[in-house]
Every structure is written in C-alpha cells, then in structure tokens.
C-alpha cells in the first residue's frame, strides 16, 4: 500500500506571493489533516478534512485554507506569504479522522518564505 | 498552548542502554499516541494507547498511560543508533476532534 505522499517537498518562495501544497492521502482513507512544524511552535494543527468537508480547524489566519477533493486528496494554500511562515507542512491521513486512530503523515513540504 | 508535555526535552544515552521518556497532559483524552520524528522527516506512528489501557508492548517499546496522574511514559529498551529521533507524544481530546502534539523529546543514541 502506497503511503502518503506530498508535493513539491521543498518550496522558494517571497513575501506577498501564495503558495499551494498537495497531499495524497493512503488509498481508502478519507480524512487528511494539515499541520505546521517550527522550531519556535512546535506541531501546531491548521485543519481536517474528511470526506471533502472540513471538520476542524485550528488557530491560523485565514490566509491559510484547504480544500479536499472527492478522491480524498488534499491541497492547502497560503496566501500573501509571511516570513514567518516557513515551516515544515506535514500532512497525515487516517481512516476515522479526529484523532481517534493512527495517523500517517507524508514526508512534508519545506516551505521557505524569503 | 500544546496539550502535552514532554519531559525530559533532550536525553542523550550510550547504546544499549534504555531511554525513558515521559509526557503530560492537562485534560480528558480518548488516546494518546507516539511518533517519532527523524531530522527534518515526517512522522512515524509508534504506538497508540486508548484512555482504558494501562500499558502497551511493541518489539523494544513500552508505553504506559496512567489517567489519574494524566500522564504517559515510553520505554524503549536496549537503544541504538538508529534509535536516535525525536519523540512526540500527542493526545486526542475526548470532547475535540484532533491530535494535540507535545513538543518533544530529543534522544540521541551514542554508538
């Protein structure tokens, strides 16, 4: 079974430009949740998405959004970049979603925002 | 604000040896799992432990969860080289509907 796969891996990107993200999710699994890792926050949860539907989001501006399509994979986009934004953004697939069973995250994006 | 806390931040130990971790949380969970984190990667699941379990086994890891106390502790035994990582706990609220991840433990595994 193929895991969960992201692309691009590593992003260039400046200030003002928006960015897209894509996430795979493993076959048959239909929730994909998005998280941002910085050395300063740590893994900080941007939101679910379960059967095309968001389910939870967390506290991020709403420069940052997501979509999930009917074959269940996923995109996330930030808009008017910040420097503040580089990060790693790590998504991970689950069968129930919420955190109520294993979640398998992908290699991640490493987005850098000059 | 992060649900868990991981204790200690960094743990550095010979080969061999065993390396225990520990992690705290503040409020009702469903479960609480582990990861591990290889520079710069993503995540790997190691093992989840549900609110009525007290302990879990597998291969060379130990995980205990103790409800009163909110608190969990991973054991992995006999380390190694490729041991070395960092260690997440992360807890699934029984009234939320995420993974709220600690911020880690750094172990490095001396040859």
């Known amino acids: 079974k193929a895991g969960v796969t992201q692309t691009p891996r590593y992003l260039i990107k400046t200030r003002g430009q928006q960015v897209t993200l894509s996430c795979s999710p493993i076959?048959?699994?239909?929730?994909v949740s998005w998280y941002q890792q910085t050395p300063g926050q740590g893994l900080q949860f941007l939101f679910e998405y379960f059967s095309e539907t968001q389910r939870n989001k967390g506290n991020f501006p709403g420069r940052f959004s997501g979509r999930q399509f009917s074959n269940s994979r996923s995109e996330m986009n930030v808009s008017t970049l910040e420097l503040g934004d580089s990060a790693l953004y790590l998504c991970a697939s689950s069968f129930l979603g919420g955190g109520q069973d294993t979640q398998y995250f992908g290699p991640g994006t490493r987005l850098t925002v000059l | 604000s992060q649900q868990g806390e991981e204790d200690p931040q960094a743990l550095s130990i010979q080969e061999g040896e065993n390396a225990t971790m520990n992690c705290s949380y503040k409020?009702?969970?469903?479960?609480l799992q582990w990861y591990r984190q290889n520079s710069g990667r993503g995540l790997v699941h190691l093992i989840l432990?549900?609110?009525?379990?007290r302990e879990k086994h597998s291969g060379r890891l130990r995980v205990t969860l103790d409800t009163s106390k909110k608190s969990s502790s991973l054991l992995i035994t006999a380390s190694r080289a490729a041991d070395t990582a960092s260690y997440f706990c992360?807890?699934?609220?029984?009234?939320?509907?995420?993974?709220?991840f600690g911020e880690g433990t750094q172990l490095t595994v001396n040859p």
């Open positions: 076959s048959g699994h239909r929730s």
């Open positions: 992360a807890t699934a609220e029984t009234s939320g509907s995420r993974l709220t």
């Open positions: 409020t009702s969970i469903n479960n």
């Open positions: 432990i549900r609110s009525n379990e």
